[in-house]
Structure formats: C-alpha cells, structure tokens
C-alpha cells in the first residue's frame, strides 16, 4: 500500500461521510435559527447578516467532507481540513456572540412607568428570543465539536504523514553506560 493510499484509508476510517451528514444538518438549523432571528428581530443590528455565516460555513463544510468521502483525493483531503478549520474559527466567534446576547437577553428587567401588559409582553418575547438563542447556541456547539473533530482528523492525516515511523523510541536503563576516553 503506497503512502497517500495509506493516508485516505487513515481519513476514511472516521467515517467523514457521517461527519459531513450531520455538519449539513446542523448548518441549515443554523441558517433557519438566522432567518427567525432577523425576522422576529431577536437580534441586535445585524447589517452583515452574521447569524447566517455558521449555517453557511458549516454547510459547506460538510459538502466537502462528503465529497472527500465519496472521491478521495489529498488535494479534497486538504480543502476539508482547511474549510473544517475556517468553519471551526468562525462559529467560535459566533457562539461567543450567541452566549454574549444571551446573557445580556437575561438582565433584562421591567421598569415602574410601564405599563403591565407591555412588560408582560416584552418578557414573553423576551423568553421567546432567549429559548431560541439557547437552541442556536446549542447547535452551533455541536457544529464547533464536529468542525474540531474532522480538522483533527485531517490534521492527523495530511501533517503528520508517516507519523508512526518517525516517533523515536527511547528505552530508559537502570544502568549506566561509561564514555570510552579517547
């Protein structure tokens, strides 16, 4: 078996497939969670349509991993390691985005001069918006720990070729040897 036939046995054996499946999924919940967000506004100013890039990324991501599963290549290898890696790095920032809004969704509190039904109604949207961001947080997770596990993956297949040969071994004694003075 040559070297590269090695290396996509080694990416196949994770099952990339079910990876890139389960990637696509979670990527259109993102992009559903995205579309309520903006339409129920519980967002704050999104003018770049950020609630939208996870669901993207992580769409794409699971396409490649797909397509590395179905015709493996190391030129597919390395874009899946390389959009898994992008993937992961962009809903970081996301999810720290979705955990900041929740947080700051929670302090939030009514004031004496409204009138009741208008803070009875802001809480219930309020929850609403709150059990959402909750959920697309959660998701958003999940896609962050499925990007993390294929890059490594990857990582495992396409940088560290040949791994197990080049690791020195290194046999410790309880004797000691003696230089010969020369």
């Known amino acids: 078996m040559s070297e590269l036939e090695s290396l996509l046995h080694s990416f196949l054996r994770v099952q990339p497939r079910v990876f890139g499946a389960v990637l696509m999924v979670v990527g259109l919940l993102q992009v559903a969670f995205g579309t309520l967000f903006v339409i129920d506004n519980c967002a704050y100013m999104d003018s770049v349509g950020i609630h939208f890039f ?20 190391m030129a597919l290898m390395k874009a899946c390691l390389v959009i898994q890696i992008i993937a992961a790095a962009v809903v970081m920032v996301i999810n720290f985005l979705y955990l900041r809004d929740l947080l700051s969704y929670l302090s939030f509190a009514c004031d004496l001069q409204d009138q009741l039904q208008n803070c009875r109604v802001h809480d219930q949207i309020l929850i609403y918006c709150t059990g ?49 003075p020369e």
């Not at 996870?54 to 290549?73: F, Q, W, Y």
């Not at 697309?136 to 040949?162: E, I, M, P, R």
């Not at 791994?163 to 003696?178: G, Q, T, Y």
């Open 54 to 73: 996870p669901g993207i990324l992580l769409s794409l991501a699971g396409i490649i991993a797909i397509a590395a599963d179905r015709a493996p290549s």
């Open 132 to 180: 959402m961001r909750g959920i697309a947080l959660f998701t958003a997770t999940l896609g962050l720990c499925l990007t993390v596990s294929l890059a490594v993956f990857g990582c495992k297949a396409v940088c560290y070729q040949n791994s197990e040969d080049d690791v020195p071994i290194v046999a410790l004694s309880s004797h000691e040897v003696k230089a010969d």
